[in-house]
């Protein structure tokens, strides 16, 4: 391991999917190299939250060149909420990381999050978008769901849904379990009980490049529905 390169004592990986056939193997084989860099200590997960293609097959041929690599299969598609959760629990080192499966991000900037975490003494580095390759429609509601979690919560960031972040497992270990399944609370849901725990958070700017195959969920009426369920939920709880 290079002198200069970030590192952590131990790392779980985790890529929550869903029909990502012509992208996980690509997204995870190029993240495995640099996992080993930054880590003697590590775990790879795959979480295939139901997927209808053949994403599975993808899987399972992944396997067979990384047997190390561990898939958790939900046998119907419940959400990224689910998937993020089934990631946290399924986690054994000290430090946890989730990655899109869809490869828009570049793995290699984990070591940025490594670098603000151990500048920060922070128990959450959350990335936020340089750039975000999505739909203008898309951006907007994303920046009308934040001015309503600082509304309800109080909770400011720059980009509460970037699906790139480092997070200690105590944290996860701690926090209140997380409820949310379908649609775009979970991360929101995660933040806010961590600053209600009382973590240190820090924020680290991230990469992000066009999809090249497949399609996002994350805006359809009935998820954002469901997370605007969540959130108010969440609110008459606390």
């Avoid at 959400?79 to 869809?102: C, E, H, L, Q």
Wanted: aromatic share 10%; charged share 20%.
């Amino acid at each position: 391991m290079s002198n200069t390169t970030p590192s952590l004592p131990g790392l779980t990986v985790f890529f929550p999917c869903y029909n990502e056939a012509q992208n996980i193997a690509s997204t995870v084989a190029k993240a495995i190299p640099i996992i080993k860099q930054i880590t003697p200590k590590y775990q790879v997960i795959v979480v295939n939250d139901g997927s209808k293609d053949n994403t599975s097959e993808v899987l399972a041929k992944l396997r067979q060149k990384y047997p190390f690599i561990e898939v958790i299969n939900h046998p119907v598609n419940r959400g990224y909420g689910a998937a993020i959760k089934s990631g946290f629990y399924a986690a054994k080192y000290p430090w946890i990381t989730f990655n899109d499966g869809d490869g828009q991000f570049d793995f290699s900037d984990i070591t940025k999050f490594i670098e603000t975490q151990q500048r920060t003494g922070a128990d959450v580095v959350i990335g936020y978008y340089l750039g975000r390759q999505v739909s203008p429609l898309r951006i907007i509601g994303s920046k009308i769901w934040e001015l309503a979690v600082f509304l309800l919560f109080g909770l400011r960031v720059t980009d509460i849904d970037c699906g790139f972040k480092l997070i200690s497992k105590k944290v996860v270990d701690t926090i209140p379990k997380l409820e949310a399944e379908r649609g775009p609370f979970i991360s929101s849901e995660f933040l806010i009980k961590t600053k209600k725990a009382g973590f240190k958070i820090a924020e680290v700017g991230v990469r992000h490049y066009p999809r090249h195959a497949g399609a996002a969920t994350g805006a359809q009426l009935k998820v954002i529905l469901s997370g605007l369920r969540d959130l108010l939920r969440l609110r008459s709880k606390l």
